[in-house]
């Protein structure tokens, strides 16, 4: 790790992080948060983005993914939602970041796994929310596409295994919000934003390589 990386991204985030939770404060679905937890969050995310060995043309997108995970995350958790004010952006943002990584990075190979990725989620979590609306909210489904656009950006091998840690952490968070016993606005029903968020951000954390499934210790064709 690099310690001034480290230390940059640390800084870096907390100011982010601090934009953040003014952010939610203002929106109107959004939420208040004590300080300094977004603040905190953030920076440690960023931190360790910044001090990850990825190249530098994909940090960008890795402390894009780390914001808006902290952000929608906090909100979801508490309310239960996942406001458009934060879903929507997400789109041109990671649009955006994800067209000069392709340039600097892989090229071509890079845009159009981004492209079929954001269309493969949006296609499924519509699927599955048409199939079974308490399964999955709107909000899960305006969130898919541009979280899709990142795991698909990274490697063809980082869709399936971004669907399936999410389940994991939805399912983990399902259990916790059971023991707690704590009313929640939205009722008992689980948020699967958090894993979405949280999956995207731990595959984002690999370099765009074609190298996710080899990680994995799935042997290769």
Do not use: N
């Not at 203002?26 to 937890?37: I, K």
């Not at 000069?100 to 159009?112: C, D, M, R, W």
């Not at 199939?131 to 950006?153: R, T």
């Not at 295994?161 to 029903?189: C, F, H, K, M, Q």
């Amino acid at each position: 790790m690099s310690f001034l990386g480290a230390l940059f991204g640390l800084l870096a985030g907390f100011a982010a992080g601090a934009g953040a939770r003014l952010l939610l404060a203002r929106l109107d679905r959004g939420a208040r948060v004590r300080f300094p937890l977004c603040e905190c969050a953030v920076g440690v995310l960023w931190a360790l983005a910044c001090a990850a060995p990825a190249p530098v043309w994909w940090l960008p997108v890795q402390l894009a993914v780390a914001w808006f995970a902290v952000a929608l995350t906090v909100v979801d958790l508490r309310h239960r939602r996942l406001p458009d004010a934060l879903t929507l952006p997400a789109y041109p943002v990671v649009g955006l970041l994800l067209l000069p990584a392709a340039f600097a990075g892989p090229g071509p190979p890079l845009a159009v796994r981004a492209l079929c990725g954001a269309a493969a989620f949006l296609v499924v979590h519509a699927v599955v929310r048409a199939v079974s609306p308490a399964s999955l909210g709107a909000g899960d489904v305006k969130l898919s596409g541009s979280l899709g656009a990142v795991a698909g950006a990274v490697d063809w091998g980082a869709l399936p295994v971004v669907v399936v840690l999410a389940a994991v952490i939805t399912a983990i968070v399902g259990v916790l919000s059971a023991r707690s016993r704590r009313p929640r606005e939205g009722g008992d029903s689980v948020p699967h934003g958090p894993g979405l968020l949280l999956a995207t951000l731990v595959l984002a954390l690999v370099p765009p390589s074609g190298q996710v499934l080899a990680l994995a210790g799935v042997p290769q064709g």
